[in-house]
């Protein structure tokens, strides 16, 4: 590891100027960022901060429910999940209704898998060993109604080789369920080779969009994808419990979730103690009552991200990633993941003996990043990081790697976020 000194003496040339050069204008968000004022904040690859309207939503959420009580119901909230759903639906594009919201993002991967029929010869599931471990949960959960379960290896733990990956789905496959970008890596898939590899098969495409949406343009109905799931706590600063799913108009009539509940039938209120009758629409994707609180928090970080438009986002993404890497190489510290900012998503992970250590000490000091074993310490600048910000991680970091012991990382858990 090198000095201090030594950091900005080399990390400032030549791209520190130049990434300084234009103005950001994304930076007058940072006052609708409460935490901004008080902290380092590189996290929003996990949490992403809290806009300060959203306090407001949650008084409007209050006040609704202390003043018209449970007329509520039919004066928007029970609505919320495809209004809400719509907002996401922008983002990631969905059309009007095709969208609805779940609690998380695993509930919606398992109800997309109970709407499978898994005996047969067609039951294979496609996925890679880098999947989100819900999902890969869920996915074993299938195995016992029959599911054959291929998951593709990583060489390195951190990348997904597209060849592997596209030579496992064959005429058996029935789902393929991949992540846009490996939440441990930030590695970009080719999602698009692998709609057209399984469509070519006959097999339907789940996509976890949970570390793209809101970081890195994605287009569902452009892609031809069937499925898509993701959630509202990183990038898309919604804060927890507000998932979401989109399915693609066209599997509506034919898909019959197992996960279900009254709000999926066509008639919810006629309360009838038979098999259910499935909605037409995409309420026939949901199950109970909704998370109301958590959608009327969630809504003012969507529009936020669609307000500046999310390839404003990863343009600047990308420029800060690059310089975060350049400091990264000055200083010393191996990049885990993608160099390639093509194949990076909005987070850029590094390999520092005794990671879950050092972002302790690192929090400790208001500078927030967090820690995956077998990747490293992630960091993400997003739309409202200025780039002294990342020096002053830089400079934190590399303080925090003197102050260590010297030797190599044991700890097994992820740091506190
Ligand atoms: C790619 C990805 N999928 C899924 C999840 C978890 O989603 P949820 O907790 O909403 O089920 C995460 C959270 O870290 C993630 O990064």
Redesign the pocket.
């Known amino acids: 590891m090198r000095p201090i000194g030594d950091v900005f003496a080399r990390g400032h040339e030549p791209i520190a100027y130049y990434t300084r050069m234009a103005a950001d204008d994304l930076l007058h968000w940072r006052s609708e960022f409460p935490i901004l004022a008080n902290s380092v904040y590189l996290v929003s ?2 949490l992403g901060a809290m806009p300060r309207r959203t306090r407001d939503r949650l008084d409007e959420y209050a006040d609704t429910w202390a003043t018209r009580g449970v007329r509520a119901w039919s004066e928007g909230w029970w609505e919320l999940p495809r209004t809400v759903g719509d907002l996401i639906g922008r983002i990631i594009g969905a059309g009007p209704g095709e969208v609805v919201m779940h609690q ?4 919606a991967q398992a109800t997309v898998l109970s709407a499978m029929d898994w005996r047969g010869p067609r039951n294979g599931i496609v996925t890679e060993r880098l999947n ?1 471990t ?2 890969l949960y869920l996915f074993h959960a299938v195995e016992r109604e029959g599911a054959r379960l291929v998951t593709v290896a990583s060489d390195d733990g951190l990348t997904v080789p597209l060849d592997r990956l596209l030579a496992a789905i064959d005429e058996t496959t029935r789902l393929v369920s991949v ?1 846009h ?1 490996i ?1 441990k890596s930030a590695f970009i898939q080719d999602i698009a080779a692998v709609i057209r590899r399984a469509h070519d098969v006959g097999a339907l495409v789940l996509v ?1 969009l ?2 793209s949406a809101g970081t890195v343009p994605v287009d569902v109905r452009a892609l031809g994808a069937d499925f898509a799931t ?2 509202s ?2 990038w898309l600063c919604g804060g927890p419990g507000a ?1 979401y799913l989109y399915v693609r108009r066209e599997h509506w009539g034919t898909l019959q979730p197992r996960l279900t509940g009254w709000m999926a039938h066509r008639e919810p209120f006629a309360f009838e103690d038979r098999p259910i009758d499935y909605a037409e629409d995409a309420y026939r994707f949901l199950n109970g009552t909704p998370n109301v609180p958590a959608l009327y928090a969630a809504r003012s970080g969507y529009e936020i991200v669609h307000e500046i438009g999310v390839p404003a986002i990863r343009a600047k993404s990308m420029r800060q990633t690059q310089y975060l890497v350049s400091l990264a190489d000055a200083a010393g510290i191996r990049i885990a993941g993608p160099r390639d900012v093509a194949h990076r998503g909005g987070t850029v992970t590094l390999d520092v003996p005794s990671g879950y250590a050092i972002a302790s000490a690192l929090a400790a000091r208001d500078v927030i990043v967090d820690y995956r074993p077998g990747a490293g310490i992630r960091v993400a600048p997003h739309f409202y990081t200025s780039d002294e910000e990342l020096d002053t991680f830089i400079v934190e970091l590399t303080r925090a790697m003197a102050a260590q012991p010297a030797r190599a990382a044991t700890a097994t858990t992820s740091a506190a976020y």
């Open positions: 690859h996990s998380n993002q695993s509930i989100f819900s999902n992540s970008v939440f976890d949970y570390q993701g959630g706590v990183k998932g």
